[in-house]
């Protein structure tokens, strides 16, 4: 079994103990980082394959981090 179909099987497979950790791990990471914040490479490889992506020097993932929250208005 190649390292995508691995990759796929894990996210198909979202109660896994390794997806688990592997979530916890990077909500964990992404409460650390900034409002805006650079990501260095995609985060589901094998998803984006499928929909075309190529790795190319200098290609920038902007991720946005947003609080939501409930405006009590009186």
């Known amino acids: 079994m190649g390292a995508y179909r691995y ?13 688990r950790f592997l979530l916890r791990v ?3 990471q992404y409460r650390q980082l900034n409002v805006v914040h650079r990501v260095p490479k995609s985060t ?7 929909l075309g992506y190529k790795s190319k020097q200098g290609l920038i993932f902007p991720s946005l981090s947003l609080c939501c929250s409930i405006l009590m208005v009186n």
């Open 7 to 19: 990759v796929s099987e894990l996210w198909r497979k979202k109660q896994s103990d390794v997806m």
């Open 26 to 28: 990077r909500s964990w």
């Open 44 to 50: 589901r490889p094998d998803r984006a394959r499928r």
